[in-house]
């Protein structure tokens, strides 16, 4: 670790708490990115179009950051298919079981000191560590 | 329309944080739960970061607009307790993250950046997202 990148993640920080700041204040919404995806493939929800908004949001995002930023992205990896599949689809299931993921419960929960959010994000972070402790132990990162 | 566009650009923005900090690049983020191993915590002030501008921001706006620019109403998760439903899962998705170093919002900005393996990562949550539905409907009947 270095200090240029404790800078860059906490201005980072900075400017994810300012976009989900503002989706708060225009659209009343709290920026759980995985709450607003999961409710985009259910398709009939009258509020559909904001999320989508949101999402587009995201999804430009990162085609106009490849160029600015290519070293902020794994562009190379190639991951077998079925690792990919399972960590997909954990992370799908689990965070609209849990009803959040890093966005929500991590940054907008905590923020608005919930008791549910500091519980979900103490146990998805030590799920995490436990998890990568695990597949170190196996040799997946060597 | 307005409301679209502040939307859109509410997810541009995080987007770009989100790149900026480094939370885009999967290796980081396994790198930033390998405590025990290879740890690198500058993530950590990510979290810090974005906590301090939305801590700020929530009580100044609950304060100062007893309603949204554009919506009518707050909508703002009403749940209190925690409940099995939250821990477990939490675990799964804290599983997931730890496999993939993906989690939503970088997957969906990586794969707007071509990234491969965030475009199949990708597939696979809403596949997870739809199944957990399905689950849900199934072990509550009466809900609709």
């Known amino acids: 670790m270095n200090s240029e990148e404790i800078k860059m993640a906490f201005i980072g920080g900075l400017i994810i708490g300012l976009a989900s700041a503002l989706l708060l204040l225009f659209n009343g919404r709290i920026a759980g990115i995985g709450g607003i995806a999961g409710r985009l493939i259910t398709f009939r929800v009258p509020d559909l179009m904001w999320r989508l908004d949101f999402v587009i949001g995201l999804v430009i995002g990162g085609l106009l950051l490849k160029n600015i930023l290519p070293a902020s992205f794994d562009l190379d990896s190639r991951t077998p298919v079925w690792i990919l599949a399972i960590a997909g689809l954990l992370v799908g299931f689990g965070s609209t079981e849990g009803n959040g993921c890093t966005s929500g419960h991590g940054v907008c929960g905590i923020s608005r000191l919930s008791k549910r959010s500091i519980a979900a994000t103490l146990t998805f972070m030590a799920a995490g560590i436990v998890t990568v402790f695990i597949l170190r132990q196996m040799g997946a990162y060597q | ?144």
């Open chain 2, 1 to 144: 329309m307005n409301w679209q566009i502040t939307s859109f650009i509410s997810g541009l923005l995080f987007s770009v944080g989100l790149a900026v900090s480094g939370m885009t690049n999967p290796k980081n983020v396994t790198g930033f739960l390998d405590i025990t191993g290879d740890w690198k915590p500058a993530l950590m002030f990510v979290m810090v970061g974005a906590i301090l501008v939305y801590a700020t921001a929530y009580r100044i706006i609950m304060l100062m607009f007893p309603k949204p620019v554009f919506e009518k109403e707050y909508h703002l998760p009403a749940a209190t307790s925690i409940d099995k439903k939250l821990i477990i899962g939490s675990v799964i998705f804290g599983i997931g993250w730890g496999i993939g170093g993906y989690c939503p919002g970088p997957a969906l900005t990586s794969l707007g950046a071509n990234a491969r393996d965030a475009l199949i990562f990708t597939l696979f949550m809403f596949a997870g997202m739809w199944a957990q539905k399905i689950w849900d409907a199934r072990s509550v009947p009466n809900q609709n």
